[in-house]
Structures are given as C-alpha cells and as structure tokens.
C-alpha cells in the first residue's frame, strides 16, 4: 500500500482519524492528500502531517491518487461528487464514501457511472482507532481494490463486510449509532449509583471501567454472552435480582424496537437522498 496515492475530500475529524492510522501503521503521509475548504483547518492539517499535500481544491487533490475517500457531510455530497466526475471519469479511482445515509448508486451515478466503489460506516470510537467500520464493495470493487479499502478504513479499528448494501442501514443501526445506547447505560448507571448514595465521580468511575472490562472480556472470550452473563447470574443472588426485573419489563423486546427503529431511519434517509436528485 505503500506505492498508493489516496486522496480524502474533506478534512474533518474522521479524515484525521484515519489518517493518523494510517500513517502509524507506516504509510507514508507523502502519498496522502486532503482537501479541506477551511483555512484555519488546512493550518491544523498542515503542522500534523507537514509532508502531505493540502489544499482547497477537491478537483487539484483527486487528480493524483488512485483511491479517493469522500469524507463531506451528505447533504453536500452530490454537488462534490458531480465537480469531481469529469477527473474521477479519467482516473477510475477506487471510491470509499464515509457519508451516512447515501448509497453507492447514487454516489457513482452522481461521479459518471462505472466506478468501483466502496460505502463503508464507521463510528465514533474511530476517533481512537477503536472503531468498527462495516463495509459494502459494489460489483466493479476488485479483490486487490477490496483488500486496498479494509486497509483503509482497518486504520481506526476493525473491519466487518457486508454481502448486500441494505446491510449498511442495519450496520448503522448496530454500531454507527451504538456508542450512544452505551453512553446512555453509563449515563443510567452513574445516576442511579448517585441515588444509591455513591460519590459522582466514583459512580462514573465504576461505570465506565465496568463497562470497558466487560467489553474487552466479550470480545476475547469465546463463550456466549448467555454463558458469559450466567458466570455473573447467580441464582437467587443480586445480578439476578436486577436481570429478573429487567426480562419483567420486556427490556429485550424494548431494545429490539429501538433498534429496528434505527435501522428504519436510515433506509428511509438514504432513499429520501436518492429521490432529492
């Protein structure tokens, strides 16, 4: 991967994320260029990787690479897609799209057609490279072009494909909106250890590094999660207390909803992104 040139069209933090991956992992920031629109964050970008190449124009910065990475918000996506079309026409880059909600159809219609092109979802624990990032290849990806993009995006955490573009809007659901179902039990946990008399800080403390030992033992064990929660449940014992209160109001049923909910929302997104053009 070395020998590659990879543009990103946008400057914000996921750019950084990925680049600061990528350039850890020993990709040389030479053959990176960004585009950015803003001064100042042109500055910023400038003292990080001084080696690469930064400027205003999108067109200037995708002339030269062989992979692009479109990294706008998705309301401004197509405008950027069509000015980059005539150059992404003779280049035949391999495209990756980071923007939520759009889909890869429209993406290549609005680049000219026939392009190889990659929509990955990644989130918000990227920031730290500890992201997952799920992934769908449209028909023109090649295999070399498919392993380029997973290394990619593998600069800010793991890398999960999807067989169907569909999938993507599951994928949201799951893990582009989950950090915040997590924030939001931490939240509930640090407040009701406060009601329960607990210090705050103690309370956020206990939260947070329960939930990230958790986390890191799910993720190393290969047991179940039914296994793993029936070694902390013991009968008649506290964790059964709270899990038999929780299975009484349905909380599966509950979160099953919230999320189809999710899921549902960004179907209905991405199509209302196709009918807009």
């Known amino acids: 991967m070395t020998d590659d040139k990879i543009a990103f069209i946008g400057g914000g933090n996921m750019t950084q994320a990925i680049v600061a991956g990528l350039v850890s992992s020993g990709f040389r920031p030479a053959n990176i260029s960004i585009a950015e629109p803003s001064a100042k964050q042109r500055e910023v970008l400038t003292r990080t990787w001084p080696d690469a190449e930064i400027a205003p124009e999108n067109i200037k910065i995708a002339a030269r690479a062989n992979c692009i990475v479109l990294a706008v918000k998705p309301q401004v996506l197509a405008a950027v897609c ?42 918000q624990p990227a920031l730290l490279q500890l992201g997952v990032t799920g992934s769908f290849a449209n028909e023109r ?19 999960v494909d999807v067989p169907h573009e569909a999938d993507i ?15 939001l039990l931490i939240d509930m946990l640090t407040d009701t250890a406060q009601q329960l008399g607990l210090d705050e800080q103690v309370a956020r403390i206990l939260a947070i590094e329960t939930a990230t030992g958790a986390a890191a033992l799910a993720a190393q064990s290969g047991d179940s999660m039914a296994e793993l929660i029936a070694r902390v449940r013991s009968p008649g014992g506290t964790t059964a207390a709270a899990l038999d209160s929780l299975d009484q109001q349905n909380v599966r049923d509950i979160f099953a909803r919230a999320l189809t909910a999710a899921r549902d929302r960004a179907t209905e997104l991405a199509n209302n992104a196709h009918a807009q053009e």
């Open 82 to 123: 069509r000015d980059l079309a005539n150059t992404a026409q003779q280049t035949k880059p391999l495209v990756i799209s980071i923007a939520a909600g759009i889909r890869s159809t429209d993406i290549d219609a609005w680049l000219g057609g026939g392009l190889a092109i990659v929509r990955a979802m990644p989130n």
């Open 141 to 159: 990806v090649s295999a070399p072009q498919k392993q380029h993009a997973s290394k990619i995006l593998a600069a800010v955490g793991k890398v």
């Open 169 to 183: 809007d599951a994928v949201t659901a799951i893990s582009g909106s989950g950090p915040a179902y997590f924030y």
